[in-house]
């Protein structure tokens, strides 16, 4: 049997490579692909090398990160999955994964796999704003609905119930699902926003525009956190955040993976969820080179795409 992986040689160079999927070691499982994503904002900046946290990146390079699908052979030692199991892990574009158990995270049978895949960035979102921790009638402010903000936003209404939250979006539809999601009011503009008025900051545009948006409106000495990868415009300090005596906290990855899904899975089984409309283009895996392509010409630009594998 073999592994088909989509590998980045150079920039907009992508090859499906193939080799022997080996014998599995002691808690490994392999893991037959159902669905994956491409997490536009992280993945797109290395496919044009225009990623600011790489000047001199190295090749070849896997990519993705979100994959979901079915065990199909576990290995000695494995004790906790089971071959039928559907799982969320991280080894990215592939029709096959090989995953050490500890680092798959179960999934519900019945749980959709786009709710499944957001599992990943929900968890991420939700370090940042635990990190923030703020009281339900504190005001919050969060820049840039892409899928990292919008789970944010999701985060502070349904776990934290924190009733006043702000966005700044340009795009109309995202902020749309920013209002449907809990935001109370929405601006286009960073020039709209109010003036020392939030508690709390979230970052997730990547925008130095909108780093500086939250800088003005945060009252004297609050707290802002970073959650954009840092890999699209650099940020800098305005006199604000020394006047003001801001702190400002970053964020990577999630706070523990296996138990933010108990939480998630089972409020989005129970309550329903709008979040899989984050998900505005679907793509079987024969189409994943053409997809960058259209992704990197601007002739496409979904807030995040599902990629579907053959059975």
Known sequence: MKQNSLVLYGRKELKWTAKEILPLEHGEVLVKTSAGSISIGAELPQYLETDKTEKSPNYPKETGYESYGEIIDIGAGVDKLKKG???????????????????????????????????????????????????????????????????????????????????VEPNPSRGNLARRLGAQHVFTETSACPRDEYQYGLECSGKKEAFHCLQTSLVAEAVLCILSDGNKDIF??????????????????????????????????????????????????????RCFEDLGEGNVSPLKVLVEYRE
């Open 85 to 167: 199991d559907k799982v969320v892990a991280f080894y990215g574009h592939k029709d096959y994964g090989i995953i050490q158990e500890h680092k798959a995270i179960p999934v519900p049978v019945d749980l959709d796999p786009t709710d499944a895949l957001l599992i990943i960035l929900s968890c991420d979102a939700a370090k940042g704003v635990l990190k923030l921790n703020p009281d339900i009638d504190d005001k919050v402010l969060v820049t840039g609905m892409g899928t990292m903000g919008l789970l944010t936003v999701y985060f502070l209404k349904e776990y934290m119930n924190v009733q006043h939250i702000d966005v």
């Open 236 to 289: 800098d300090l305005n006199p604000e955040f020394y006047e003001k005596e801001l702190t400002i906290i970053g964020s990577s990855d999630g706070w523990d993976y296996r138990k933010h899904a108990q939480w998630y899975f089972e409020h989005v089984r129970s309550r329903g969820s709008i979040l899989n409309e984050i998900f505005e283009l679907k793509i079987g895996e024969e189409d994943l080179i």
